[in-house]
């Protein structure tokens, strides 16, 4: 493959990055190429040392998208950054996958239980409206200290889902440097 195709593929490989990073990626393609010719190395060998430009592409995608997640992790950054790892190789479909729903669920779950008892009170009040002739005080009562413990889940739930988040980034890190470069880029 001659410099022009590889950097052909290369730029549709990486057409969801932004078209500043897409540039500065070229750019820098194009100059190893120039110091490679200068070398005396031919295109095609200069191409075959780099590998596959749709595996270049990914590794970046995937770079890129865990970088914007440690900027801003909001939930759309973090499943984009799981899709471009899961991305990266077929080990990595079971490897992150698996574990980032699991997580997941137990996180929604946390905060939908925090939420519903913290909402008990209204619904039993809207249960005495809807049948007054049911009421027991017992239940108010019981709603009440369920509201208390809905707001320390709550509580818990917003600290577990920032360490969680936090964790999670540092594993899709992990795992993008040892998909790179294998083990040799790993540092603790």
């Known amino acids: 493959m001659n410099k022009k195709q590889f950097i052909a593929e290369l730029n549709a490989s990486l057409r969801r990055l932004p078209s500043y990073e897409r540039q500065d990626i070229l750019q820098d393609i194009e100059e190893y190429f120039e110091i490679g010719l200068e070398e005396g190395k031919t295109e095609e060998q200069l191409s075959a040392s780099l590998g596959s430009p749709h595996q270049i592409a990914k590794e970046l995608v995937a770079t890129h998208r ?6 801003t992790a909001t939930a ?22 698996g574990p980032f729903v699991a997580i997941a669920g137990v996180i929604i ?77 790993v540092q603790y």
Do not use: C
């Open 109 to 185: 779950a946390g905060w939908i239980a925090g939420v519903s008892f913290v909402a008990s009170p209204i619904l039993v009040l809207i249960n005495v409206a809807i049948h007054p002739q049911i009421f027991e005080l017992f239940d108010l009562f019981f709603s009440i200290g369920l509201a208390g413990l809905g707001l320390f889940i709550l509580i818990g739930m917003f600290f577990a889902t920032r360490a969680t988040t936090n964790g999670f980034v540092r594993y899709l890190k992990y795992n993008v440097r040892v998909v790179k470069g294998g083990m040799k880029h």
């Open 76 to 97: 759309g950054n973090i499943f984009r950054a799981v899709w471009a790892v899961i991305g990266l190789g077929f080990f990595n479909l079971v490897i992150v996958l």
């Open 66 to 71: 865990v970088e914007k997640v440690e900027e």
